[in-house]
């Protein structure tokens, strides 16, 4: 569509545009002496008018020869050729406004002819000046539609990420469980039949979230704990677990299986290292318009910190980068026997539909 004429701003721009070049041939015929001013704009402003949108159909010839694949001869030919047919029916029209106002003004008929030079240059020179901005419009659009194009890819690139680290996430955690089970069939099986149901039952509510980009955290605290169970039945009284999430957090939005592989290294690289077992604390505040998460566990100190360059941590780094950029960050400390992972990312709420 006419870049013009789809929106009502840019036509009333475009028209308020005319008002100093209507102005401007009103004082170049007025000025020579031999028009008065009265008659020279009961001419011009209707004139001028109809021209304004005799010039938006510069657009079209200006579409068709776009400056990247003609060369100058071609687009000067095109373009003026245009002008000196489109300022000869506007002289022509003017003729006829003149024997409509020959009545009222005496003589402004035979006067008109010794204006009808300018007039058709003017002609000419407004319409090369419609084909410029035509242009320039045709830069604009074509520039907005790079950038769309630019930042579809964008989106598209960072999705496909997003879906190869979320991919990662389920088979590294399989992985273990599997590990764990194995060991558990040779000890008791009735406790490795039951890991077995519980892994299952983590593994299917796990499968809703292959297409969520974000989900509340209550939802992400759910899988959590289906995981923990399955964690419990493999440590016995070995390990606690502590919540303390508050209810505003519930709501708000994070990324499906962001948190699992890091309740599972507090887990492998803290809880299993300990003989007599620990405790994994889960937290969730709101801090400002940022959203902080936890996971704090025991773990012993004089153990080789394989955890900094674990899959796991290392996942979760990308995905927050990937996804929030430098508004996110993922900070880890060690303080005795505790050893933490505090998440701060954009506290986006879930919204709720009517």
């Known amino acids: ?19 100093p070049l209507t102005g401007l041939l009103v004082l170049l015929l007025a000025g020579s002496g031999k028009w008065g001013w009265i008659e020279t704009l009961a001419l011009v402003a209707p004139l001028c008018l109809l021209y304004a949108f005799v010039c ?15 060369g100058l001869v071609r687009l000067a030919t095109t373009h003026l050729s245009a002008a000196l047919l489109v300022s000869a029916l506007w002289v022509v029209t003017g003729m006829g406004g003149v024997r409509v106002l020959t009545p009222v003004f005496k003589d402004f008929d035979r006067r008109f002819t010794d204006q009808i030079p300018l007039l058709f240059g003017t002609g000419v020179l407004l319409y090369l000046l419609s084909v410029a901005l035509h242009y320039a419009l045709l830069a604009l659009e074509g520039s907005r539609q790079a950038e769309k194009r630019e930042a579809e890819a964008r989106i598209l690139a960072r999705d496909a990420e997003l879906n190869a680290l979320k991919a990662q996430v389920n088979p ?3 992985f273990n ?10 000890v008791d099986a009735a406790r490795a039949r039951e890991m077995c149901i519980l892994l299952s039952e983590f593994l299917r509510s796990t499968l809703g979230l292959g297409e969520k980009a974000l989900v509340p955290l209550e939802e992400e605290m759910a899988l959590i704990r ?13 390990l606690m677990v502590e919540e303390h999430i508050e209810d505003q957090c519930n709501a708000m939005l994070v990324p499906p299986l962001l948190l ?3 309740v599972e290294n507090a887990i492998t690289h803290g809880i299993a290292n300990l003989l007599e077992g620990g405790s994994i604390r889960l937290e969730a505040r709101r801090a400002g318009d940022m959203l902080v998460i936890l996971i704090e566990n025991s773990f012993d100190p004089d153990s080789v910190p394989s955890r900094r360059n674990g899959l796991g941590l290392a ?7 990937v996804r929030y950029g430098v508004d996110a960050r993922l900070e880890q400390r060690a303080a005795g026997e505790r050893y933490s992972v505090e998440l701060s990312l954009p506290a986006e709420k879930q919204v709720v539909e009517a």
């Open 1 to 19: 569509m006419h870049p013009i004429l789809a929106r009502s701003g840019r036509l009333g721009l475009y028209l308020l545009g005319w008002i």
């Open 56 to 70: 938006l159909s510069a657009w079209y010839p200006v579409r068709a020869t776009p400056v990247q694949r003609f």
């Open 172 to 174: 590294h955690f399989l």
């Open 177 to 186: 469980s599997l590990n764990s089970i194995s060991a558990l069939t040779s």
């Open 226 to 238: 289906s995981f923990l169970a399955v964690e419990k039945v493999r440590f016995g009284s070995r």
């Open 260 to 262: 699992q592989p890091l």
């Open 315 to 321: 996942n979760v780094r990308k995905r927050l980068d």
